[in-house]
């Protein structure tokens, strides 16, 4: 399977966006589809993950609230919905899948986000 990210673009604080990610390939549903995120100059950090069947949900504690994850798996989609958008949440992000102990497979172009003041 491969995923691609996409429906950032400029916004401004307080906006929202939501992104999408979608798969080609087989198998999506059975994957933990995971969003992650690259501010410039730092590391790629998690964002969230959600479980095939979507019966789980994990987010990082600085979008706790503001950002929701979901799937769509008859459309092989994930989406996240980010609301209550800040500077600090501009970044380029990715969408992958999450074995666990990380990411699995290559990271694809990601989509940018960016949030002005």
């Known amino acids: 399977v491969q995923l691609q990210a996409s429906g950032g673009g400029l916004v401004q604080t307080g906006d929202s966006l939501r992104l999408s990610c979608v798969a080609s390939?087989?198998?999506?549903?059975?994957?933990?589809v995971a969003w992650f995120r690259q501010a410039p100059g730092k590391e790629r950090e998690f964002v969230a993950h959600i479980s095939y069947g979507g019966g789980s949900t994990v987010d990082a504690d600085s979008v706790k609230g503001r950002f929701t994850i979901s799937r769509d798996d008859a459309k092989k989609s994930g989406y996240l919905q980010m609301n209550g958008l800040k500077p600090e949440d501009t970044a380029v992000y990715y969408c992958n899948v999450d074995t666990g102990v990380g990411p699995g497979l290559p990271w694809g172009q990601g989509t940018q986000v960016t949030v002005s003041s």
């Open positions: 390939g087989r198998s999506f549903s059975s994957y933990t």
